[in-house]
């Protein structure tokens, strides 16, 4: 082949998007991380709103859920894959990673190496759905990178309805934060891992319950730096700038249901102006 096309071919590869695919909205936190730290790349995004929550499904339902999402990915020719859930990390992950034909990562291993460096007393708190922090995911993940970190787990249940229900800044959210949380204060962690997407966006209020001693750890910064080393190491960057006012064609989002709610949502969380998103039968796939 002469080089001139394996050269062109290449470039065609890097300009391909990123698949970033969540339950529902929770994904959006780092899909926003990764427009923030790689703005030349284009995304695909996938929340499955008529199947959330994961977080209380068996892992063969998220296991089976979570490869059709990666199916209409990589029908949308996406060039890597980031699973923007930690539920979907913790149970599809392992068994998609070995047939997937693009890379593709998780946010657990990010947010447990942010952790591991975080903590001064060697003591980490995780909190997520019931189906993460059963999986014991993220105590394998420390300790496997920090033998002798101690890791305690809290399954926060109500979390992602609140959000979900727009309860962001509420006293009703303040008040189920502060039982979900005491146990793990008592415990004298001074890190926090949100091991849940959906949780950053109430960020604040579970800064202001375990106050300033404790360092949150959103797992979403990490995921994004990850995902741009991985780029670089498969020579898959985007090299083209986006066109100004193209945030239509640089981000697309689909969705199984509630596309309109889905984008008001979208709006508040992106700053880029989401202008449509799209319900897909993501059970075709
Ligand atoms: N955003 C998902 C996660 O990070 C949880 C939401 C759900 O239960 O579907 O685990």
């Not at 949780?199 to 959103?218: E, H």
């Not at 910064?221 to 995902?227: C, F, I, K, Q, R």
């Not at 508040?268 to 449509?276: M, N, P, R, T």
């Amino acid at each position: 082949m002469p080089a001139g096309r394996t050269v062109k071919n290449m470039n065609k590869r890097n300009e391909l998007p990123v698949g970033v695919f969540d339950s529902g909205i929770g994904g959006l936190t780092v899909a926003r991380e990764i427009m923030r730290q790689m703005p030349r790349e284009k995304i695909v995004y996938f929340g499955d709103t008529a199947r959330v929550p994961y977080g209380s499904k068996s892992k063969e339902t998220i296991c089976t859920y979570s490869e059709q999402i990666v199916r209409f990915l990589l029908s949308q020719e996406v060039k890597a894959i980031v699973v923007a859930c930690n539920t979907a990390s913790a149970y599809a992950l392992p068994q998609i990673e070995p047939h997937c034909p693009v890379p593709i990562i998780g946010v657990v291993e990010p947010g447990a190496r942010t952790a591991v460096r975080a903590t001064k007393v060697g003591k980490v708190g995780v909190i997520g759905t019931k189906a993460t922090i059963s999986s014991g995911i993220y105590d394998r993940c420390i300790r496997d990178i920090r033998p002798g970190t101690q890791v305690l787990g809290r399954a926060c249940p109500l979390f992602v309805p609140l959000v979900e229900e727009g309860l962001w800044e509420d006293p009703v959210t303040d008040e189920i934060a502060r039982r979900y949380l005491l146990e793990l204060m008592n415990e004298g962690i001074d890190t926090l891992i949100l091991g849940c997407t959906h949780y950053p966006l109430i960020r604040k209020t579970i800064a202001r319950i375990v106050g300033p001693d404790v360092q949150l750890v959103n797992p979403a910064y990490e995921t994004a730096m990850e995902l741009q080393a991985l780029l670089e190491r498969e020579n898959l960057l985007a090299s083209e700038a986006p066109s100004l006012g193209s945030a239509e064609s640089q981000y697309r989002f689909y969705v199984s249901d509630m596309a309109e709610q889905f984008k008001t949502f979208a709006n508040s969380i992106i700053k880029y102006g989401i202008l449509s998103a799209k319900t897909i039968r993501i059970d075709q796939y």
